[in-house]
């Protein structure tokens, strides 16, 4: 696994890349969560199994990728673009496309955009409804703590609810670590992201025309995007699969990881 870098015109977007130029394998792009970065993926970049590349990309603002200066007109399709600039740099057609909770928003996003690069779905610890009014008056609070105190601000509100129960119980080492990734992120960077899921428009009416497989994970302590989302957006995409991970929560993927990664590579391995 290397950390790359792509510049198309002034901007550069990074990534994790378990195979850098095999192009002859096949792709799997993995979206990061709120306000994390592509490092969050490291526990799935190391176990990916024979045939397939995986990519994790820092959406714009967020790791080693810029942002356009703007926070006043920006939305979740530009995380798509961020997608889909990558993958026409890449030589990459069509990948499988994974995302953990405002990762799955952003796939949402590219599956309006650009159904055609979507070959299977990953929705890990996510929703399809948009923020409800209480939700976005929750926002409006965040964005007063980044502006205020920066991510830190951020990750000290939300650290009670991006871990499980279990996980703060077991597991010591998880919060400083989280804390770690949150902290390495831009103030802009977090501010924009607030704003583009704040905006999100509802993607419950597109789950039952999604035709792609499609794996749904979710961590059974998940607080923010409790299992139960997961259930109903099983019930309405057709076909799908539902995996829900024991002592694990929001974080699923960071916080059970070889549970996380066998029902990953499990999906990978039907494809
Ligand atoms: C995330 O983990 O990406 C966020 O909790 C999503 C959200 O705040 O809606």
Same mark, same amino acid.
């Given at each position: 696994m290397?950390?790359?870098?792509?510049h198309i015109g002034s901007r550069t977007i990074a990534y994790? @890349?378990? #195979?850098p130029g095999q192009t002859s394998l096949r792709a799997c792009v993995l979206l990061h969560a709120f306000p994390l970065g592509a490092n969050m993926w490291e526990p799935q970049m190391r176990a990916i199994p024979a045939g397939w590349r995986l990519i994790a990309l820092d959406l714009r603002g967020f790791g080693g990728?810029?942002?356009?200066?703007?926070?006043?007109?920006?939305?979740m399709e530009?995380?798509?673009? @961020?997608? #889909?600039d990558l993958l026409g740099e890449l030589g990459v057609k069509k990948a499988v496309i994974g995302g953990l909770s405002m990762g799955g928003y952003a796939a949402f996003a590219l599956l309006r955009s650009a159904p055609e690069m979507v070959e299977a779905l990953i929705l890990a610890d996510t929703r399809s409804g948009a923020d409800t009014p209480e939700g976005r008056a929750n926002r409006r609070g965040m964005l007063a703590v980044v502006d205020r105190e920066g991510p830190s601000g951020v990750a000290r509100e939300m650290m009670p609810k991006l871990i499980g129960r279990t996980t703060q119980e077991t597991n010591a080492?998880?919060?400083?670590n989280v804390r770690r990734l949150i902290k390495q992120q831009s103030p802009v960077g977090v501010r924009c992201a607030i704003l583009r899921m704040m905006h999100r428009p509802d993607s419950t009416?597109?789950?039952?025309?999604?035709?792609?497989?499609?794996?749904?994970?979710?961590?059974?302590e998940d607080e923010l995007t409790p299992a139960a989302e997961s259930q109903r957006m099983a019930e309405a995409i057709p076909g799908s699969k539902l995996v829900i991970i024991p002592d694990a929560g929001h974080l699923s993927n960071l916080e059970q990881p070889v549970a996380f990664n066998a029902a990953l590579n499990e999906f990978l391995a039907s494809l």
């Open positions: 290397t950390r790359q870098y792509c994790l @890349d378990s #195979t990728s810029t942002d356009v200066d703007s926070v006043t007109a920006v939305g530009d995380y798509a673009a @961020d997608v #889909t080492s998880m919060e400083p009416p597109l789950l039952s025309s999604i035709t792609v497989p499609t794996l749904i994970i979710v961590g059974a």
